[in-house]
């Protein structure tokens, strides 16, 4: 469990901090800031598009195996980075570290279910949202700590002598997970590539100056989405997880989740800009009236993780997304001139509903299918986590293009409206039934 949770938490703070180092590489290599911004799109892109075939290579190699294969292929890939003498090697090893990023991802909530007993499942996706929140509120602080004492390399090299003990660590204590005899749906593979992709770099180029561009490769990626669908109806253990997406109670939860996504990067996207350009607040203290979010969902999420063996995570979600809907409406009629104290509480109620949420959501998510399924139930968890985000940023982006100055009000009030379409999602999970 330590070696997930330290896995978990350098791709995490990876993620975080490659976004801090943009301007410091930019200028490093002597490129543009548009040809820089590939060295997180190209990540980010990457885990998208692999986190379901990486869950198929789960079942059939055993969830083991490919959780080794991605910590070593983030390990060699940080190097990658590290060592790169020009933006187009820095990219490539991004794309390298994205795919071991995606099998670290898809398969985490698997291996835990596979480690834990059924009466301790919530304790270990509490620890795994913990250490989430923990390297979503360090990475900027730790970016900043190491920019200013080493070159931009570091960011990448601090990964290697962690991974270098995880490796090993890992192969040696983690049980075996035998893999099922089964064919790789590598045409599903395609479609799958094809779908995510278009839409992810579609919906993240929406509000540029090529609308009509990004409006087309939308539609394209749909198109392919929707013979994908067609294609793994077929599958007796479908890529994308048809035959779970049939439980009603996993359904829900997976609706519930990309809900929640969609608030939280809505809210974490524009606020920056209103501390910043409305309420004049610095980037440091910008930084630190963002952390009570991340830092109570910390606190958190172990709490929900006890409560959740009492309570039905259908009551737990909904709690915790009326409090997430509640702090966000109340940033959004924040007075005038409101001092750190009026920001910061709101912060917290925010962070509190998201952690009193997530962790109940999650542990439905994994254990509503059959464990033979553990792996796709896994890569569900982050495939929500990336469809609402997408769909969060590019409808921040729409909103900041039509609205300007009062945008990042108007995108905390929809992010309201989304968290509160989550609690009655998560309600219906009350009615819903598991499978016999």
């Known amino acids: 469990m330590?070696?997930?949770?330290?896995?978990?938490?350098?791709?995490?703070?990876?993620?975080?901090?490659?976004?801090?180092a943009l301007p410091t590489i930019a200028h490093g290599f002597g490129t543009s800031e548009g040809a820089t911004v590939w060295v997180v799109n190209i990540y980010q892109l990457t885990v998208a598009v692999c986190l379901l075939p990486a869950?198929?290579?789960?079942?059939i190699f055993g969830l083991k195996r490919v959780y080794v294969f991605g910590l070593v292929m983030f390990t060699l890939a940080s190097l990658g980075c590290a060592l790169s003498p020009n933006i187009d090697i820095l990219i490539a090893a991004r794309l390298f570290q994205g795919i071991g990023g995606a099998c670290l991802a898809a398969l985490s909530p698997a291996m835990i279910r596979s480690i834990y007993p059924r009466r301790l499942i919530a304790d270990g996706f509490a620890l795994l949202a913990l250490m989430v929140a923990v390297s979503a509120a360090l990475g900027p602080t730790v970016a900043a700590l190491i920019l200013s004492i080493a070159s931009w390399p570091w960011l990448f090299l601090v990964n290697v002598p962690f991974c270098l003990v995880t490796v090993?660590?890992?192969?040696?204590?983690?049980?075996?997970?035998?893999?099922?005899?089964?064919?790789?749906?590598?045409?599903?593979?395609?479609?799958?590539?094809?779908?995510?992709?278009?839409?992810?770099?579609?919906?993240g180029s929406l509000s540029g100056e090529h609308t009509v561009a990004s409006l087309l490769q939308i539609c394209a990626g749909l198109v392919c989405f929707a013979v994908f669908i067609l294609q793994q109806?077929?599958?007796?253990?479908?890529?994308?997880?048809?035959?779970?997406?049939?439980?009603?109670?996993?359904?829900?939860?997976?609706?519930?989740?990309?809900?929640?996504?969609?608030?939280?990067?809505?809210?974490?996207?524009?606020?920056?800009?209103?501390?910043?350009t409305v309420l004049h607040r610095s980037a440091v203290a910008t930084g630190l009236l963002i952390t009570p979010w991340p830092v109570l969902v910390a606190f958190?999420?172990?709490?929900?993780?006890?409560?959740?063996?009492?309570?039905?995570?259908s009551l737990l979600g909904s709690i915790g997304l009326t409090l997430l809907a509640a702090g966000l409406l109340l940033l959004a009629a924040l007075p005038s001139?409101?001092?750190?104290?009026?920001?910061?509480?709101?912060m917290a109620l925010c962070g509190i509903g998201f952690g009193l949420f997530q962790t109940p959501n999650n542990t439905a998510l994994m254990t509503a299918g059959p464990v033979?399924?553990?792996a796709a139930a896994s890569a569900m968890v982050a495939v929500a986590r990336t469809v609402g985000w997408s769909l969060g940023s590019a409808l921040v982006a729409l909103i900041f293009a039509s609205r300007g100055a009062d945008a990042a009000l108007e995108c905390?009030?929809?992010?309201?409206?989304?968290?509160?379409?989550?609690?009655v999602i998560s309600g219906v999970r009350l009615f819903a039934t598991r499978p016999a």
């Open 2 to 20: 330590v070696c997930i949770l330290l896995a978990t938490t350098l791709t995490n703070l990876d993620a975080a901090i490659a976004n801090v």
């Open 55 to 59: 869950a198929a290579m789960g079942e």
């Open 168 to 203: 090993p660590l890992f192969q040696a204590i983690a049980p075996a997970t035998p893999g099922q005899k089964k064919p790789f749906d590598y045409s599903g593979a395609v479609l799958n590539a094809l779908a995510f992709g278009l839409i992810v770099v579609g919906v």
């Open 233 to 276: 109806r077929q599958r007796v253990t479908p890529m994308l997880p048809l035959d779970l997406l049939r439980i009603p109670v996993f359904a829900l939860s997976a609706a519930t989740s990309v809900c929640s996504y969609i608030a939280q990067i809505m809210a974490f996207v524009s606020l920056p800009f209103l501390f910043q």
């Open 300 to 313: 958190t999420a172990p709490v929900a993780g006890r409560l959740s063996t009492r309570y039905p995570a």
């Open 337 to 346: 001139l409101p001092g750190d104290l009026d920001i910061a509480w709101r």
């Open 372 to 374: 033979t399924r553990n």
């Open 412 to 423: 905390l009030g929809i992010g309201a409206g989304f968290a509160a379409l989550g609690v």
